[in-house]
């Protein structure tokens, strides 16, 4: 392998891991946002629809979304890439040696799970944010005068409570992504030099509980709306 195609390795790992990173973090932020979807507080409706307002047109928030669009893009190129280059690699034996040795159930399959998310967050996408863009028409809602930011707490509800199949996908999706979060969190920190026999054990158990806590909290919102809707 030469110099040139090591580099080019390398750097689309590191992208990757900066980008995942950066989404890991944005996961939390939307997860506290849409929380307020439940009934957590007297107000929840409205601070929900405070905070989906703010976000939708304050100008730095607007700049945050096309850094988040372009992660997101970049994740899955790149991803894409690394895992077209690790399939065609199969035929050497040191990949085979390496692959059978080091190479987890979960970092096998990363590009499944990567593969699902990706298709939920097309129907996700289609379902919020393409209304918000116009480019698709909004659920015949009374109480949906126009699709804005604000409206979307009514929107979430209908969807999760008369559209039992996007709840289910929905469920499914994040089961998923719990999945691919247990080996992206600790191969991004691996794959940004951060492997020491001090900070790896921490790595790790922090990662195995993101990927837990994270995917249950933003399964908890259909689940509720499908039990007591």
Same mark, same amino acid.
């Given at each position: 392998?030469?110099?040139?195609?090591?580099?080019?390795?390398?750097?689309?790992?590191?992208?990757?891991?900066?980008?995942?990173?950066?989404?890991?973090?944005?996961?939390?932020?939307?997860?506290?946002?849409?929380?307020?979807?439940?009934?957590?507080?007297?107000?929840?409706?409205?601070?929900?629809?405070?905070?989906?307002?703010?976000?939708?047109?304050?100008?730095?928030?607007? /700049?945050?979304? +096309? %850094?988040?669009?372009?992660?997101?893009? $970049? #994740?899955?190129?790149?991803?894409?890439?690394?895992?077209? *280059?690790?399939?065609?690699?199969?035929?050497?034996?040191?990949?085979?040696?390496?692959?059978?040795?080091?190479?987890?159930?979960?970092?096998?399959?990363?590009?499944?799970?990567?593969?699902?998310?990706?298709?939920?967050?097309?129907?996700?996408?289609?379902?919020?944010?393409?209304?918000?863009?116009?480019?698709?028409?909004?659920?015949?809602?009374?109480?949906?005068?126009?699709?804005?930011?604000?409206?979307?707490?009514?929107?979430?509800?209908?969807?999760?409570?008369?559209?039992?199949?996007?709840? /289910?996908?929905? +469920? %499914?999706?994040?089961?998923?992504?719990? $999945? #691919?979060?247990?080996?992206?969190?600790?191969?991004?920190? *691996?794959?940004?030099?951060?492997?020491?026999?001090?900070?790896?054990?921490?790595?790790?158990?922090?990662?195995?509980?993101?990927?837990?806590?994270?995917?249950?909290?933003?399964?908890?919102?259909?689940?509720?709306?499908?039990?007591?809707?």
């Amino acid at each position: 392998m030469s110099y040139q195609n090591v580099f080019s390795s390398i750097t689309k790992k590191v992208t990757t891991a900066i980008a995942g990173l950066f989404l890991i973090m944005f996961l939390m932020v939307h997860l506290g946002i849409n929380l307020f979807i439940l009934p957590i507080a007297e107000n929840h409706q409205e601070m929900f629809a405070s905070a989906a307002h703010f976000m939708g047109t304050n100008w730095i928030i607007k /700049v945050f979304e +096309i %850094v988040l669009m372009g992660a997101i893009l $970049i #994740h899955v190129i790149i991803g894409i890439i690394l895992q077209l *280059q690790n399939w065609a690699a199969r035929g050497q034996q040191q990949y085979k040696v390496r692959s059978r040795s080091t190479t987890s159930f979960m970092s096998r399959y990363i590009i499944y799970t990567g593969i699902m998310i990706l298709l939920f967050l097309a129907v996700h996408f289609y379902n919020f944010y393409f209304i918000k863009l116009g480019l698709v028409a909004a659920p015949d809602l009374a109480n949906i005068a126009h699709p804005q930011e604000e409206h979307f707490y009514e929107l979430a509800v209908y969807l999760f409570t008369n559209e039992i199949g996007y709840s /289910v996908l929905y +469920i %499914v999706a994040f089961i998923f992504l719990g $999945i #691919h979060l247990n080996h992206a969190f600790q191969s991004a920190f *691996q794959t940004l030099g951060l492997n020491h026999k001090k900070y790896t054990p921490a790595i790790k158990m922090i990662g195995n509980l993101y990927s837990i806590v994270i995917p249950i909290g933003y399964i908890m919102i259909p689940l509720y709306f499908m039990i007591y809707g």
